[in-house]
């Protein structure tokens, strides 16, 4: 958000609090994030998940709203921002339609948000394009929370990876995570490698040569002192990890067939690959998966991607309740 | 919805009666229901009809969440569960563009309700395929309604159907029933002859000899003693029809276009049909019509096709507050 | 709406203000408005915009539904409405995918809308046929607002312009109005020059010979005895402009594009130009723009067009709480 524009009216709204961390902040990318922001936001979202669980909804937002401005679509992430905003009691205007709104009439995104903030108090963004978040908040005064801008950032993806580790394992601090499948073009385990560099924990990474986890992230984390190894079976880490990340291997990333087939099978979880596996390993996938997890696995108690997207309601509930001045 | 599975979290809200009748189960097809149960929905959309002409809207579900999954679009249905859903305080998350969205990536239908229900307290589905439903109901702990799943069931349709006949009609033992048009592609007419063969009635069914009411259904009937008869023409069986339920003869459904044309034509209500009809018929058809009832019928008291949309959503409103535990 | 019609329930929730004015009234053109209609629809504006710059959102509308029913895409115009509704304490329900729905299978506009009005309380209605929301008012029996029926009426816009410069310049008797760019296909200007014919003003129409202003709605203006005058060039009318109301040129009207591209950059609206400009100008434009202003003009004190969004927002929560009888 940018306070230095004019703006068409003082919103100033009563109970409004605004020394509160984090009252009228984008949320763009996870660099933002210090460790002390990351244990204030999981903080909150603890609350509301022990708000939830007590009694559903409550009325923290009652009166809000929030614009989902969402130029590709995703189920998922749309339908989280709308339930942890109904959940606390505020309204959305979903706007998913992009390719035939005004966009399609060649309207800019500036335009598109400025005119977005004259209706809502505050704006959920997903956008093909790297930086449209950044761009977005530039021009708008109210906040702008980032859903995806193309290979860009999902910050408030990798604060649920986050929660969901420190929730089932109970900490981060000391903990293996490996990281599993294509490490390459996946911005969540970027972003998740990123947030946890923050702390002192072991890192795995296990690909495909072709599909390797970045150089340039790689420096970032020796120069923050992380321990880290590469493999390219899971076999020699699995027994170590406390929190396995398996993520997809896209067929179209490949250009012979053959080798997405034997990489795609190598990297398949099943209950025989749980064998292998601490008792109390936490397994997460972002979502879809497409086979990467065998069904049979759901039972299993270390099967945490179910869960990981009820912890994602809970910190997105917490981020709104953040930036509209009510946490 | 599958109480053995591991839950997330122990969703158990302050207020939920656990003991009410219906509470948490799904609704997935009329065989589920026996005639208590049907008296019981219909005692309840009739207090939801009450409240709705008194006030409006109430908050029996204020914090409740609905996620309205359509694989396949249904402006009726869908509008008719949401408006249900919000007279009763509750919220919906809309997911009605599902080919751009998870599922078009290729996730299967129990992992997104499964995630569904991270959100949401209850699942509408309307799927192209049949036995979504059950299948969905089979992973999910959240109650799932179907909505339609292909040429399979719409037991909230047969339902509303029942309700419509009786608040019309005033009962359904010793009615007479006849259903006219494609009675052989319509889920709509078989579901409704199968609840109709709870009570005491007579059945009729009128359409061109290649689109006849099912052979299987009729040995159900016949099992339960129903009487019944075949026609092919609607001036037999008029005159002495209490309920007169018309449905689409689709174009599509005929090879010879000479044949849809005649038999089409046939089928039409007009003005002129309704006076060799009785006087208190019942006129209802399911909508959308396309020509079957001529719009000059429509302000004829016996119309009942409007306020059939009407009784709907008070059925739809009974069922939600049932499953949810409210009612 | 159409009292006459035969009514599926006797909707008169306790509450409704049946003796307000505008109560239960369809919004379909400008020409229904008397001046007295426009003072008391901007006084409930001004009440409208206070109440949200104080509280954000409040109950007036608790338990009311909006059917909002587009069957062509306008993020802005429906974002608007929900928005209204929103903050007035209703629901909706959107139906923006028309042409998946049953519309598709064949269903006419009046059946449609009857069925709607069996869910819902209010129907705002986008079509792109001329007379599309007065068909709709002719079966309806709740209230129609027309948001855009083709190139025909969009009153909601022409109101909202109107109390933007109300807003903006204090007054309108007695200003100078400049419409500019495409004045001949713009539904946008002409109904905005019928509701400022009801006052003391002069109009400037500047735009290409061969898209100006209509004759028919100038022999209207000269029987009102409106001054106005049609120029080809900004430069001879800008310094002496009250209001500039900017409107797209849209390459598509031109069979020459040599001549849209000399067109269009005549007519750009940059800081340059304001320089010749009133220090309080009002600078207007509908949006979406496609390089009719400069985004640097969007600093500029004058620049109102983003406030005239949120104007909007006002506009359509007065009419709302109106036709629902509650203001």
């Known amino acids: 958000m940018n306070a230095n524009r004019p ?32 244990s204030h936001i999981f903080g909150v979202a603890r609350e509301m998940r022990e708000m939830v669980l007590r009694v559903g909804s409550f009325d923290l937002l009652k009166g809000k709203i929030l614009a989902s401005l969402f130029y590709e679509p995703s189920t998922r992430t749309a339908s989280s921002f709308t339930a942890a905003m109904e959940r606390l009691g505020g309204s959305v205007i979903p706007i998913s339609e992009v390719r035939y709104s005004s966009v399609s009439k060649g309207e800019s995104l500036p335009d598109t948000v400025r005119t977005l903030e004259c209706y809502a108090d505050v704006i959920v963004l997903r956008h093909p394009e790297v930086g449209a978040a950044k761009l977005a908040a530039k021009y708008a005064r109210k906040p702008i929370i980032n859903a995806g801008d193309g290979v860009g950032e999902h910050p408030t993806q990798a604060l649920l990876d986050l929660f ?13 995570v490996t990281l599993l499948g ?3 073009n996946g ?16 890192l795995n990474f296990v ?15 020796d120069e923050k002192g992380i321990a880290w190894e590469a493999h390219t079976e899971l076999e020699a880490v699995l027994p170590r990890s406390d929190v396995l990340y398996v993520t997809r291997v896209q067929k179209e990333r490949f250009s012979d067939p053959a080798h997405y087939a034997r990489v795609k099978d190598a990297y398949v979880i099943s209950p025989e690959t749980l064998t292998h596996a601490r008792p ?26 179910f869960r990981q997207m009820e912890y994602g ?8 309740a953040m930036v509209l001045g009510k946490a």
């Open 207 to 221: 690909s495909p040569e072709s599909l390797a986890f970045p150089e340039k992230i790689l420096r970032e984390l």
């Open 313 to 320: 309601m809970y910190v997105r509930m917490a981020l709104l």
């Open 182 to 184: 294509d490490l390459k």
């Open 7 to 38: 703006q068409p009216s003082p919103h100033l709204p009563l109970g409004d609090r605004r020394d509160a961390p984090f009252y009228g902040r984008d949320i763009l990318e996870v660099a933002q994030f210090r460790r002390a922001d990351l």
């Open 187 to 202: 911005r969540t385990v970027h972003s998740l490698a990123r947030l946890l560099s923050m702390y002192d924990v072991k």
């Open 280 to 305: 109390r390993m936490v397994l997460m996938h972002p979502l879809p998966r497409v086979g990467e997890i065998t069904m049979e696995v759901d039972n299993d108690p270390r099967a945490a991607y």
């Open 164 to 176: 969901t580790i420190i929730e089932e394992a109970g900490r981060i601090d000391g903990l293996t």
